[in-house]
């Protein structure tokens, strides 16, 4: 869905496409707050974890989602999938009928799971730094999260293992695009 704001009343007017804008600006400012990571989406929407996310994104119908219900139900689909085997054989889906966004999502959220890694390891390798005060530290929620489990003693305690600390991204990345599509689609927010 692309909600468009333009004037017809003056000449050379143009047309913005501000789901799209909306959604690369969330996708800047969820990223810096929550992980110190830079996108700048607007301007490079070839980074790549805006082209990932927006790959997902994309894949966004009713019809692709009641496909991904009735192949998560396959008992070890998901692992599956998941999977090196499976990343490496994303390129096969496409020619099996109805599995071809299956190609999509796997090559997506492998880049993001990938650009998830290279920021936790840089995190884990910052919160080790000795000395930093709170001020100097990063503040981001990532990094918050890093120092959390790091400082913590308490071996009885939860403590996220790296998989989880990645899956953070992805609940954050889906969470702001939830937060993007209410403000373009209702107008009412203001």
Known sequence: MKTELASSKTPGSSVLHMYDLMSRVTLDIICLAAFGYRTDSLHNPSNELASAYHNLISLQSGLNLARLILMVNIPGFSKFVLSR??????????????????????????????VSRAILDERMREAQVVGLTDVEAKRDIMSLLVRARMSDKDETAFKMNDDQMMDQVLTFLGAGHEVSRYLVLTPSYC
């Open 85 to 114: 085997i499976g990343w490496h054989t994303r390129n096969i889906w496409q020619y099996i009928p109805n599995f071809g966004v299956l190609g999509i999502l796997v090559d997506s959220m492998h880049r993001i799971k990938a």
